[in-house]
Nanobody, 124 residues
């Protein structure tokens, strides 16, 4: 089992940037495909970005492609999400998730472990 703790959320103006981090409890962090999801009030949780275990292949939702960058540091057991050119519609609680697979999935139900979430609010 792995525990995930997100940090880095906050309030930012439209056009600004934030960097989210997700610290994992286990040394076997490199065994997990990792992803970021988000959930806005009244909406379903949606896939934002994912990254494979070691080669670092990435996949993004169309809504964030070109603005967000997912990365990982397996030596530090940490996942990151660099968010640039933020828009009010990016406002949501952001969650990191881990999956015991070699393939990135955009389905929330396919992830085994979740963090508690961090709030991102983008003002217009």
């Amino acid at each position: 089992q792995v525990q995930l703790v997100e940090s880095g959320g906050g309030l930012v103006q439209a056009g600004g940037s934030l960097r989210l981090s997700c610290a994992a409890s286990r040394q076997t962090f490199s065994n997990y495909v990792m992803a970021w999801f988000r959930q806005a009030p009244g909406k379903e949780r949606e896939f934002v970005a994912g990254i494979t275990r070691s080669r670092g292949t990435t996949h993004y939702a169309d809504s964030v492609k070109g603005r967000f960058t997912i990365s990982r540091d397996n030596a530090k057991n940490t996942l990151y999400l660099q968010m640039n050119s933020l828009k009010p519609e990016d406002t949501a609680v952001y969650y990191c998730a881990a999956r015991t697979s070699i393939i990135i999935s955009s389905a929330a139900g396919s992830y085994n472990y979740w963090g508690q979430g961090t709030q991102v609010t983008v003002s217009s």
